[in-house]
């Protein structure tokens, strides 16, 4: 029993030690031990076992503070790393992502179509890709749907047709290393949170609306699940009510209203006899943004309405969690600011003044790439987190 616990205590301090050079390397021994008030002893022996696993390296030398000149720690880009999957889309794509949270590789697979075991076969062929022959820490899958991630499986994925799949127990009996599976918006918040400009308290909320609309939610720096793990699943909650007939079954979903392909019905339905929109060629969602960019009343009003759906929905959220950090992630980012003030304004007009007069809309705070690879990041930022108890 005394050796368990000792053996926890160990384990605890290594994870603050790592933790102290994952954040402030490179980084002395001596200025470790000063900022965990663990005795040097203890550091150094700590300090040893992370240069033997290759997560951290010894980087040059610091000031001296009287004597010798002290050897500086910092985290190991050529370390271990994740191998991330990111189903969240037709385009399966996997990665292998450096303890900075760096994309060092890349692999992808259409997964137009496939449902079952065919979408299953193109995960393995993804991670049989990408399994890197060096040190790999874990496997961080960020997928579609309601997610157990407690037990890393899919409880359901509608547009895969997967019911209870047990994700982790196959890709860990599979390629016996820890798995880590959790729903994509859920990642999508995490990633935002460690990668980005986190907010002071800890809390956060990311909205994000693509084919379909998820949230997650941060709450004191840890995503929050909810009770049956849909926390944030607010694509299928009415907001027009008797709209438009939604693939759930219900009519007036979120979905319906402020997703891409909703505001993409909406432009095609309208009279766009004098809008830039006009003509036969395909409305994508590219000509779309256009369209937007350059004013067109048509393009703008239909954008404008979509943020006001979303913006009644966040209010909800504002109402329920108080959290004064809500970002908006997705390919909607490309609509910029009208898309932006439209759902903060409706916010707005449904929350008490005081509180929505304290919340914040915005898009991410990560560049471009970062938000390109933001599920990627926050799957690769799971594992980091349960395996290493950084970030
Ligand atoms: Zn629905």
Same mark, same amino acid.
């Given at each position: 029993?005394?050796?368990?616990?000792?053996?926890?205590?160990?384990?605890?301090?290594?994870?603050?030690?790592?933790?102290?050079?994952?954040?402030?390397?490179? @980084?002395?021994?001596?200025?470790?031990?000063?900022?965990?008030?663990?005795?040097?002893?203890?550091?150094?022996?700590?300090?040893?076992?992370?240069?033997?696993?290759?997560?951290?390296?010894?980087?040059?030398? /610091?000031? =001296?503070?009287?004597?010798?000149?002290?050897?500086?720690?910092?985290?190991?880009?050529?370390?271990?790393?994740?191998?991330?999957?990111?189903l969240?889309?037709?385009?399966?794509?996997?990665?292998?992502?450096?303890?900075? #949270?760096?994309?060092?590789?890349?692999?992808?697979? =259409?997964a137009?179509?496939l449902r079952g075991d065919e979408a299953q076969?193109?995960i393995?062929?993804?991670?049989?890709?990408?399994?890197?022959?060096?040190?790999?820490?874990?496997?961080?899958v960020?997928t579609p749907g309601l997610v157990d991630?407690?037990?890393?499986v899919v409880l359901r994925a509608v547009n895969r047709g997967w019911i209870d799949l047990p994700l982790?127990?196959l *890709?860990?009996?599979?390629?016996?290393?820890?798995?880590?599976v959790?729903?994509?918006?859920?990642?999508?918040?995490?990633?935002?949170?460690?990668?980005?400009?986190?907010? =002071?308290?800890?809390?956060?909320?990311?909205?994000?609306?693509?084919?379909?609309?998820?949230?997650?939610?941060?709450?004191?720096?840890?995503?929050?699940?909810?009770?049956?793990? #849909?926390?944030?699943?607010?694509?299928?909650?009415?907001?027009?009510?008797? #709209?438009? *007939?939604?693939?759930?079954?219900?009519? /007036?979903?979120?979905?319906?209203?402020?997703?891409?392909?909703?505001?993409?019905?909406?432009?095609?339905?309208?009279?766009?006899?004098?809008?830039? *929109?006009?003509?036969?060629?395909?409305?994508?969602?590219?000509?779309?943004?256009?369209?937007?960019?350059?004013?067109?009343?048509?393009?703008?009003?239909?954008?404008?309405?979509?943020?006001?759906?979303?913006?009644?929905?966040?209010?909800?959220?504002?109402?329920?969690?108080?959290?004064?950090?809500?970002?908006?992630?997705?390919?909607?980012?490309?609509?910029?600011?009208?898309?932006?003030?439209?759902?903060?304004?409706?916010?707005?007009?449904?929350?008490?003044?005081?509180?929505?007069?304290?919340?914040?809309?915005?898009?991410? =705070?990560?560049?471009?790439?970062?938000?390109?690879?933001?599920?990627?990041?926050?799957?690769?930022?799971?594992?980091?987190?349960?395996? *290493? #108890? @950084?970030?």
């Amino acid at each position: 029993m005394q050796k368990a616990t000792r053996h926890q205590t160990r384990d605890h301090n290594s994870r603050l030690v790592l933790k102290t050079i994952f954040n402030d390397g490179p @980084i002395s021994r001596a200025e470790i031990a000063r900022r965990t008030r663990l005795t040097r002893p203890t550091v150094s022996t700590l300090a040893a076992d992370l240069l033997d696993g290759d997560l951290v390296i010894e980087t040059g030398r /610091g000031p =001296s503070a009287g004597g010798k000149r002290p050897t500086l720690l910092s985290i190991n880009d050529a370390g271990p790393c994740v191998l991330t999957l990111d189903l969240s889309s037709d385009d399966y794509r996997a990665a292998l992502v450096t303890l900075r #949270g760096d994309v060092v590789r890349r692999a992808a697979c =259409s997964a137009a179509g496939l449902r079952g075991d065919e979408a299953q076969t193109c995960i393995y062929r993804l991670v049989d890709e990408l399994l890197p022959t060096e040190a790999l820490l874990g496997i961080g899958v960020a997928t579609p749907g309601l997610v157990d991630p407690q037990r890393g499986v899919v409880l359901r994925a509608v547009n895969r047709g997967w019911i209870d799949l047990p994700l982790r127990e196959l *890709l860990a009996a599979r390629y016996d290393r820890p798995v880590y599976v959790a729903n994509d918006s859920h990642m999508a918040a995490l990633a935002e949170y460690t990668y980005g400009a986190g907010p =002071s308290g800890g809390n956060l909320i990311v909205v994000r609306v693509t084919q379909g609309i998820g949230a997650g939610v941060i709450l004191s720096g840890r995503p929050f699940y909810g009770d049956g793990f #849909g926390a944030g699943e607010i694509g299928h909650v009415v907001v027009d009510v008797g #709209g438009a *007939l939604c693939s759930c079954g219900n009519r /007036g979903c979120l979905e319906t209203t402020s997703s891409i392909p909703a505001m993409l019905r909406a432009a095609k339905a309208a009279d766009r006899r004098h809008s830039l *929109l006009a003509g036969d060629a395909p409305l994508t969602w590219p000509r779309f943004i256009a369209a937007v960019a350059a004013h067109d009343p048509l393009a703008v009003d239909v954008a404008v309405c979509a943020g006001c759906h979303l913006g009644a929905a966040v209010a909800h959220l504002v109402g329920a969690y108080n959290i004064q950090s809500i970002v908006l992630a997705g390919d909607i980012a490309a609509l910029g600011d009208v898309f932006l003030d439209a759902v903060q304004a409706e916010m707005h007009q449904r929350v008490l003044p005081a509180m929505a007069a304290a919340t914040t809309v915005r898009y991410p =705070s990560l560049d471009a790439a970062q938000v390109a690879d933001i599920t990627t990041l926050g799957a690769a930022a799971l594992v980091m987190q349960r395996e *290493l #108890g @950084i970030l």
